[in-house]
């Protein structure tokens, strides 16, 4: 017997996070209006000036840091436990590289363009968790060797994480669901085109329709803090 809860996608962007404090990119007055991501978010970027790199990001990670779940992170990771708890199930992919949605309380989360808390080392791969500011002193706790250590953030020109297990979810979703995103960046631009594709229902959350919002079945613009509670509760999943 099919499950009564849906098999439900979500992808997150920067305006989930917007009601914590923590800047979009597009918006007026976001990140990238104010800063030039080809000088701090290129591998390029990084050869030429680390330290600048660092910087950012060790800006970010503070803010991060200081910033709280709002009321749209908690009412996902309750969706998602329920969902569960009714023989369902909530993929949670995010774009944002902050830990608002654990923090939230959410279960498991897909970070596809990395994480703002965790460093790794361009010398030997290896990764790992970093609250701290990342220094280009610092040695890789692995391989020992210095001057090798940056954000494990996806910058442009480089390959989104866990596209595998993305690409397995969506294909498996009935419900595709994505909440404050301007649906810019490809990949993630590219998933409610192709769940409308597979035949899989499309609702957009967002503070005003994104320049993908044609695509989508269902669409609900609002502050996220509001918009998201509403919509789950709305499936039983309040
Ligand atoms: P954008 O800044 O492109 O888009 C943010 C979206 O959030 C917009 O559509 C806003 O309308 C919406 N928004 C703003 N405030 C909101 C609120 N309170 N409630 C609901 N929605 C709100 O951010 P992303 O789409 O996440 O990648 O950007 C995608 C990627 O571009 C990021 O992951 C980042 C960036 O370059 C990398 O750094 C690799």
């Not at 660092?54 to 992170?73: C, G, I, S, T, V």
């Not at 391989?143 to 953030?153: E, K, S, V, W």
Request: glycine share 10%; charged share 20%; net charge negative.
């Amino acid at each position: 017997m099919a499950s009564p809860v849906p098999r439900i996608f979500v992808l997150t962007g920067a305006g989930i996070s917007a009601e914590s404090g923590l800047g979009t990119f597009r918006d007026r007055g976001g990140l990238w209006a104010r800063f030039d991501p080809m000088r701090l978010a290129t591998p390029e970027a990084f050869a030429a000036d680390p330290d600048t790199v660092l910087d950012f990001y060790n800006w970010r990670r503070r803010n991060a840091l200081a910033a709280e779940p709002n009321p749209a992170h908690r009412a996902l990771a309750r969706a998602q436990a329920r969902a569960a708890e009714a023989g369902g199930h909530l993929f949670l992919c995010t774009q944002n590289v902050d830990d608002l949605h654990e923090r939230g309380g959410a279960g498991a989360v897909v970070h596809m363009h990395g994480e703002l808390l965790k460093a790794r080392c361009t010398g030997c791969g290896h990764a790992f968790g970093r609250r701290d500011d990342i220094l280009r002193a610092q040695p890789c706790p692995h391989c020992a060797r210095t001057g090798t250590l940056r954000p494990d953030i996806v910058w442009f020109g480089e390959m989104p994480m866990h596209l595998e297990a993305i690409d397995a979810a969506l294909t498996r979703a009935d419900l595709f669901v994505s909440i404050g995103t301007s649906g810019s960046v490809y990949p993630a631009a590219g998933y409610a085109a192709q769940a409308r594709t597979l035949g899989i229902r499309t609702c957009e959350l967002n503070l005003e329709p994104s320049d993908n919002a044609g695509l989508f079945d269902e669409t609900r613009y609002g502050p996220a803090s509001e918009v998201v509670p509403a919509f789950f509760a709305g499936y039983g999943l309040g």
